[in-house]
């Protein structure tokens, strides 16, 4: 009895540390200076063009209304739009979206505020 209690403890311990070490490997892949957060820099170069590409439908280089409209991370264009042009630049939204998952606001994003930005479907899991 106390062999198989040993044994599914350490089951248990195994699967925990998997789980900890993916998050941490995915965090791990963005956090290019491996101090256990992601800075603004990091999640702009991490997040790039290929995000803001796949947003500007229209290939224009701004947002509109009709391209910000049904994204998965909530808001409104305005909530982003900081010159009020009604059109969002790449740094209008990288800026936005960065304050808006940098929640305690300490200017950058620990593993929960990260883990909420790929739920937000912005980076893949």
């Known amino acids: 009895m106390k062999k198989h209690i040993n044994s599914a403890l350490v089951l248990a311990l195994?699967?925990?540390a998997g789980s900890v070490l993916a998050a941490n490997s995915q965090l791990g892949e963005?956090?290019?200076?491996?101090?256990?957060?992601?800075?603004?820099?990091?999640?702009?170069?991490h997040v790039g063009d290929r995000f803001f590409g796949k947003m500007d439908r229209n290939s224009d280089g701004m947002i509109d209304e009709?391209?910000?409209?049904?994204?998965?991370?909530?808001?409104k264009l305005a909530d982003f739009d900081r010159d009020g042009d009604s059109r969002l630049t790449q740094a209008e939204l990288y800026n936005g979206l960065f304050e808006k998952f940098d929640t305690n606001r300490d200017m950058v994003l620990d593993k929960d505020e990260w883990k909420k930005v790929q739920s937000a479907g912005i980076v893949a899991k």
């Open 30 to 45: 963005v956090d290019q200076d491996n101090n256990g957060s992601i800075s603004k820099t990091e999640f702009e170069r």
């Open 14 to 16: 195994s699967l925990c």
């Open 66 to 75: 009709s391209e910000f409209s049904g994204t998965r991370f909530g808001g």
